[in-house]
């Protein structure tokens, strides 16, 4: 946790040496709602708050979400969207309490739940990062990110513990179209009582400038499971981007899951301000 922290502050210091320095502040909404590999249905409202700030090749952002959810389950809430952990508990766990089963989302058991419903901030994501210009059009951004557990486990806002990321972006772009794809791996912090797998992440898209200031695009994306037990996470997004002022863009994205744990739908609206 100290080295990633350090490495977060020194990166940003290192920055004031570089010029052409840009800041933005965007918001976004998110509304999903799926099975998950249960019975039941869970919704979720993701509302992330992310300020950025860019400084030569160096660029730094904290993204502050508030999360609402609304099941007739359990969930937790992780990078991955939702894990469902209770009345079942997963299978691999560090002490398990007598009372507890192997978990088995698809058991008859899960489905005599009450409704929850519970709210609060979520987990504070800490990204620094560093862009390469290896070739002439082709963007390599390399990126360290740590997860800062402050969301309330008990609410299943979050996993109570530390992540840590690394993370590789590649870009480029011919004529209208342009294109990319990224790679990371996320080592996941476990508690008491669970242990999570650590999970590789990636991502492709392609997009095409309609006019100035107006692009559409799709991308894919994949993201092992937390726990053996569930389905991996695959779905795809189309969206589209328009700057409606040079100091205003608006971004509107639809992501349909391919798999039992990823959300069935989900649709977000996001306004990107730069300051």
Do not use: C
């Not at 940003?12 to 019975?39: C, V």
């Not at 058991?109 to 800490?126: A, E, M, V, Y």
Request: charged content about 15%; hydrophobic content about 30%.
């Amino acid at each position: 946790m100290k080295k990633i922290f350090l490495f977060f502050i020194t990166a940003l210091l290192s920055a004031s040496y570089a010029a052409e320095s840009l800041t933005t502040l965007s918001i976004e909404g998110t509304y999903s709602e799926g099975n998950y590999g249960t019975d039941y249905k869970t919704k979720a409202y993701y509302v992330p708050v992310v300020g950025t700030y860019r400084e030569g090749r160096f660029t730094g952002s904290v993204t502050v979400p508030y999360i609402k959810l609304d099941s007739e389950g359990s969930f937790t809430w992780t990078d991955g969207g939702f894990v469902p952990v209770n009345p079942s508990k997963p299978s691999t766990v560090g002490s398990t309490p007598p009372s507890t089963k192997p978990f088995d989302p698809f058991a008859d058991t899960n489905t005599t739940l009450t409704p929850t419903q519970t709210s609060g901030l979520g987990d504070i994501l800490l990204n620094v990062g560093y862009t390469f210009l290896p070739a002439n059009k082709v963007l390599l951004k390399t990126s360290a990110i740590m997860k800062v557990a402050t969301a309330d486990e008990n609410k299943g806002l979050g996993t109570g513990e530390h992540d840590y990321s690394a993370q590789v972006d590649l870009m480029s772009s011919y004529d209208k179209v342009y294109y990319g794809a990224s790679l990371g791996y996320t080592i996941t912090g476990d508690s008491d009582i669970y242990t999570y797998n650590d999970v590789l992440y990636t991502s492709v898209g392609i997009g095409y400038n309609i006019q100035k200031g107006f692009h559409s695009g799709v991308s894919y994306y994949y993201r092992q499971t937390l726990f053996d037990s569930l389905d991996d996470i695959h779905s795809v997004s189309p969206y589209l981007s328009y700057k409606v002022l040079d100091t205003l863009k608006v971004e509107l994205r639809y992501t349909h899951g391919l798999s039992d744990s990823t959300s069935d739908s989900a649709y977000t609206l996001k306004f990107i301000h730069k300051l």
